[in-house]
Structures are given as structure tokens and as C-alpha cells.
């Protein structure tokens, strides 16, 4: 089907998007963009959420046609401030997951 948009990459490198609200450095944006992946799902889109991995990279569903991906960029919590030394890395490891997923669209925020 051209022109249908069946699988979209949310990059939110800055907090995860199922961090709770008010912990760290996690709020308005991180709960907006976990309510528009959840919205895209409910109308059949899939969605891989992409944010950087605190601890071991890793992949789990968060809610049905939602998976969130921890990509591998430095190590450990870092302020937001220091997040400019690990951004060639983490752009590295959503170029590999790019590679190996067809994604329709990347959208990025910030």
C-alpha cells in the first residue's frame, strides 16, 4: 500500500518514554510521546520507541504495536547537559536498529 504508514521510529534520546513523570528529568514530553505511540498503534501503526539505555541495552513491548528500545550510547544516568558527549553514539545505534527495521518514518525529538 503506498503511501500508508505502517512502522515508525520515535527517537526520544533525552528520557525514555516509560519513565514515570516527575522522577529525574522525565515530564511532559516523555508522556507525550508514549500517548502518540499509543494513539498510532490503536490505528494499526507500529512503533519502536528509541531512547537511550541507562543500564544494559535492551527491547520489551510497552503496550500492544509499541516496543521500546534502550540503545546503547554511554553509560549510566547522565544530566541532560553531559548528553552532547554520548549523542554520536546513540545516533550510531539507532543508524544499526535503522539498518536492520524498515521504518516509514523517524521522527526525533529535540
Do not use: C, W
Not at 53 to 69: C, D, E, F, N, W
Amino acid at each position: 500500500m503506498a503511501g500508508v504508514i505502517q512502522r515508525v521510529a520515535m527517537v526520544s534520546m533525552h528520557t525514555s518514554p516509560s519513565a514515570a513523570p516527575g522522577v529525574g528529568d522525565s515530564g511532559g514530553m516523555n508522556v507525550a510521546i508514549l500517548a502518540l505511540a499509543a494513539e498510532l498503534a490503536i490505528r494499526g501503526t507500529e512503533v519502536d520507541l528509541l531512547t537511550r539505555a541507562v543500564g544494559a541495552p535492551s527491547s520489551r513491548v510497552l503496550l500492544p504495536g509499541v516496543t521500546l528500545h534502550e540503545l546503547p550510547a554511554g553509560s549510566g544516568t547522565l544530566v541532560k547537559q553531559d548528553l552532547a558527549s554520548v549523542t554520536d553514539d546513540f545516533g550510531e545505534a539507532v543508524a544499526h536498529l535503522a539498518r536492520s527495521t524498515r521504518y516509514d518514518v523517524i521522527h526525533s525529538h529535540y
